[in-house]
């Protein structure tokens, strides 16, 4: 218990309105709940992501290397993609830096947004999903939400994660003259392969 | 720090001299606010979640203690250590010493508002910590040694000329790029290696959720995720009226936030933390700077809904052309025009008089503050405390006069009129008159409302009155 603590709490138990007069309101469960990859895909390609869609007889590393031609280091944490860098020499955050793509797989993602999620639980260090140059989500059609409303009541990950990030397609960036630039400080790219 | 009222107008003024800036600066924060309607066209359910988003808030505003106490525990639990600050100087001790137990000296930092409000750089800069700002427009002012000029967008007010310059003294590249990609990439270039050996990481947080003893940063540029993921010491600065009760309840704010602020859908970024990263750790510093005080007027606890969208600034007639600095403040805008005479009655004055009062700043608001009746309620606070600019409480002392005593007023009208047509300009475009300054005085009326109706109703019988079953 500190001093600064208790006065704090002290002062807004003071000067708080009247609690009986503003009760909580029940959770909502608002808007559209069509929970589709067509849906999915028009919001994820809004905020810059792309899908990676595969070609007639083509693995998943091949299709990375269609999709980043110039890739030298591909560290992959899914057994789906081999990449060019095994996963055990990321130990500490900044070894991430020197890749140029990262594959992971989300648990799920949200229609409405186009975001997926990643936490501790799919990377092998949480630097991983910003220090690379692009990333590569693997991410299963039946693991799609339909809004957030039902990602943050539905997900189990938003409570037992210690770090879970949504993202929704690539860094980006509009504070020099109004002008949209991606990959301003994280990933440059965000490409979701559906499996 | 000067006691002196700022001088909104003159700030204002120097900011209209420059048309190329004002006209960019008007373009794009309304191109904002257009953007926010569109996605409000798109949502049939808007209206419900601000009503939702409103509602919450209010009631956990009305049960702060509970929820931070719930909040404090949880973290605990999960490993983070929660620390309680009464104002920025205490705010600024905590965060040296937690600095200084590690040996940091190099903090790498995602935008927060509050430690502006702490002034916590200079602070740290006299202990020997080197601060790098990693959002893009908040680096662009701290080498600009500027405050942010916007909430959302920092260097909203900058041309990308502008931002050459900048970065050409400090990242040696050419003046006279005018490519904003190549000035972005720069950007990025310079700040990995600064990253890379960062011994902190400072972000602030969007939201605090009591029920897991979590809390949210949303950004677009991923920088408070670089912040936070790559040093192994994370401090997070948050305002105590962060709170929201459940996890659920964050669909309808990150549902509004960036919609609201931009126009998309969501930031790019919405990153949850719970607890330290594998070998790291985590501390929450809760400041309550003014906080807890606020929330005890009547008029103005509601201001502390505030999710720091921005759309409020976008919108207002008077931000969008006196610029974000001309507030002199670390809020600007609508809301900080609420906020800041709570830090300070004196020095921000002005502020409140530094809106139309159309009313457009509470219609965009996503959590319902009445905005433009609140700053029509600080009016009158500062009226009853003096604190109003000799002229204005001149021209308003009469003005009362005249309202109080309809004959007059009508008379005064038509002088107005008369001397609105016949004045030479001299005497209408004067210092008692800043309002005619930047704009022209409106056109007279050939006919006063009150003569019309003279004219043509007050001899016409009034309209039958409808029938209605007894
Ligand atoms: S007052 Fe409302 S509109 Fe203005 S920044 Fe805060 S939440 Fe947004």
């Given at each position: ?28 469960t ?28 083509e ?47 989300s ?28 990333i ?60 | ?26 373009e ?33 505003l ?15 639990k ?32 995602s935008?927060?508002?509050?430690t ?171 400041v ?24 409020c ?5 008077v ?10 403040a ?6 900080g ?84 047509s ?23 009326v ?8 003279r ?8 309209a ?7």
């Amino acid at each position: 218990m500190t001093a600064a603590r208790d006065e704090i709490l002290q002062a807004l138990r003071n000067n708080r309105p009247t609690p009986e007069n503003h009760p909580l309101p029940p959770v909502a469960t608002l808007g559209d709940l069509d929970a589709s990859r067509e849906r999915f895909i028009t919001s994820l390609k809004i905020l810059g992501g792309d899908v990676l869609e595969p070609v007639e007889g083509e693995t998943l590393d091949q299709a990375i290397l269609r999709r980043h031609p110039d890739a030298k280091v591909i560290c992959s944490n899914v057994p789906e993609a081999k990449g060019t860098l095994p996963v055990e020499k990321v130990k500490t955050p900044q070894d991430a830096a020197t890749i140029d793509v990262t594959v992971v797989r989300s648990p799920f993602g949200i229609a409405e947004m186009g975001s997926i999620f990643l936490s501790e639980a799919e990377l092998p260090i949480n630097s991983f999903a910003h220090l690379g140059q692009h990333i590569v989500v693997l991410l299963s059609v039946d693991q799609l939400t339909a809004n957030m409303h039902t990602a943050y009541q539905e997900r189990p990950e938003f409570k037992t994660a210690n770090y879970g990030v949504l993202m929704s397609g690539p860094s980006a960036t509009a504070d020099i003259q109004g002008v949209l630039i991606r990959g301003a400080q994280g990933v440059r790219s965000l490409s979701v392969w559906f499996t | 720090m000067s006691n002196k009222p700022v001088n909104h107008a003159k700030a204002a003024e120097h900011f209209l001299e420059d048309a190329p800036h004002l006209q960019f600066h008007d373009e794009r924060l309304w191109d904002m606010r257009q953007k926010r309607d569109a996605q409000m066209h798109i949502l049939p359910e808007w209206q419900e979640l601000r009503e939702e988003a409103s509602r919450i808030k209010e009631h956990t505003l009305s049960r702060l203690p509970e929820y931070l106490e719930q909040f404090e525990t949880n973290a605990k639990k999960n490993g983070i250590h929660v620390h309680w600050a009464r104002d920025g100087a205490e705010h600024n001790r905590i965060v040296g010493e937690i600095l200084k137990a590690h040996n940091a000296r190099n903090l790498i930092k995602s935008k927060s508002m509050v430690t502006e409000e702490c002034d916590m750089r200079p602070y740290l800069a006299k202990q020997g910590v080197t601060v790098t700002e990693t959002d893009l427009g908040e680096r662009i002012q701290q080498l600009d040694d500027q405050l942010p000029s916007h909430i959302v967008v920092p260097a909203v007010h900058k041309l990308t000329a502008d931002v050459a310059k900048i970065f050409a003294k400090d990242y040696h590249t050419d003046p006279n790029i005018r490519d904003p990609h190549l000035l972005a990439e720069a950007q990025r270039q310079a700040a990995r290696p600064v990253i890379l050996h960062a011994d902190a990481g400072m972000t602030g947080g969007n939201f605090v959720v009591a029920e897991t003893g979590t809390f949210v940063v949303c950004t677009n540029e991923g920088n408070a995720d670089l912040s936070a993921t790559v040093p192994n010491l994370h401090i997070a600065t948050i305002g105590i009226e962060r709170l929201v009760p459940r996890m659920a309840d964050m669909g309808v704010f990150i549902r509004l936030l960036s919609r609201s602020a931009l126009g998309s859908p969501i930031t790019q970024y919405t990153t949850h933390f719970r607890g330290p990263q594998k070998g790291g750790e985590m501390h929450v510093v809760l400041v309550d700077n003014g906080r807890s005080a606020r929330l005890g007027m009547e008029d103005f606890w509601t201001s502390l809904k505030c999710i720091r969208c921005g759309a409020c600034m976008n919108t207002c007639p008077v931000y969008r052309r006196s610029g974000g600095l001309s507030y002199g403040a670390v809020y600007s805008g609508p809301i900080g025009a609420i906020i800041d005479p709570t830090f300070n009655e004196r020095k921000y004055s002005t502020l409140p008089y530094a809106s139309t009062l159309n009313g457009s700043c509470t219609n965009v608001c996503p959590v319902k503050i009445n905005i433009h009746e609140q700053l029509y309620k600080w009016r009158r606070v500062l009226v009853q405390h003096h604190e109003m600019p000799f002229v204005k409480r001149e021209i308003m002392h009469m003005a009362g006069k005249l309202m109080g005593q309809p004959k007059m007023y009508r008379a005064a009208i038509k002088a107005t009129e008369v001397s609105l047509s016949t004045m030479p300009r001299f005497v209408l475009y004067n210092w008692l008159n800043p309002w005619g300054k930047h704009r022209e005085n409106p056109h007279p009326v050939k006919q006063t409302f009150n003569d019309w109706y003279r004219k043509n109703r007050e001899t016409a019988k009034p309209a039958a009155a409808p029938e209605t079953k007894k």
